[in-house]
């Protein structure tokens, strides 16, 4: 299958040049301003024409520089890529615990997690890196790796840590909390971000956000039967 490439011809192209074989990154330091206006004015590239189409020419023109600071600095186009990725990923992996009240009840601090998440998973931007990573998962699996591991197994992990220290101070049953959080997180994706996609509809209000957030929760806590009890 076919890797990334740092191929600079005019789109479109067969690539050959693999993302870990991209050139190493020389020169000065990066500032972290100038890092994220690089992948605020980059990101659009990929996300708007996908991998393949966008080429050197088309980035250089866009921040501006020379294609060999690009290839020295940056990796060149694959590195750049890259880089995009994990930015989006780490957007969720710093915001989804933003405000949390850690004095709050269980199912407060459950509640502002899954709505921290849904809302920023549930961004347009969000969702067209989902769309791009669909698209290219059977071409560039590497890729689709990565960002699997960056985003969503990063986030299964911190609410799977939380689900730990609850577990610790006593506020909730033992058991596999990587298990757990994969549930939780799956229960809130699965309406509205398939619909997102698919362009079912445009959009989602924060009502009904709020309404899935909720009903997961106490799912999670209580179960379907309302208590710790099941019933027989």
């Known amino acids: 299958m076919p890797e990334l490439s740092t191929d600079n011809r005019k789109r479109p192209r067969q690539h050959t040049e693999t993302a870990n074989g991209a050139?190493?990154?020389r020169g000065g330091r990066l500032t972290e301003a100038r890092r994220q206006e690089i992948v605020s004015l980059v990101a659009p590239l990929f996300i708007e024409h996908g991998?393949?189409?966008v080429t050197i020419d088309d980035i250089v023109e866009r921040i501006g520089g020379s294609k060999r600071t690009l290839y020295d600095r940056f990796g060149g186009k694959a590195g750049l890529f890259e880089m995009v990725i994990k930015e989006y990923c780490?957007?969720?992996q710093r915001d989804l615990f933003t405000g949390i009240?850690?004095?709050?009840s269980v199912e407060k601090q459950l509640i502002?997690?899954?709505t921290h998440f849904l809302n920023l998973i549930l961004h347009p931007r969000i969702l067209e890196q989902h769309r791009?990573?669909?698209s290219m998962g059977r071409n560039f699996p590497s890729v689709a790796q990565m960002f699997f591991q960056a985003g969503p197994q990063t986030a299964y992990n911190l609410v799977a840590n939380w689900i730990r220290q609850q577990q610790a101070a006593g506020k909730l049953h033992e058991g596999d909390a990587d298990v757990q959080a994969e549930l939780f997180l799956d229960m809130l994706t699965a309406k509205h971000q398939l619909a997102l996609l698919t362009?079912?509809?445009d959009s989602t209000s924060p009502k009904e956000v709020a309404k899935t957030v909720k009903a997961a929760a106490r799912?999670?806590?209580y179960g379907a039967a309302g208590t710790d009890r099941a019933r027989t």
């Open 90 to 92: 780490a957007s969720v």
């Open 132 to 134: 791009l990573m669909v």
């Open 219 to 221: 799912l999670f806590l």
């Open 101 to 104: 009240d850690k004095l709050g």
């Open 112 to 114: 502002a997690i899954g």
């Open 51 to 53: 991998y393949e189409a």
């Open 23 to 25: 050139r190493p990154r």
């Open 199 to 201: 362009s079912s509809f």
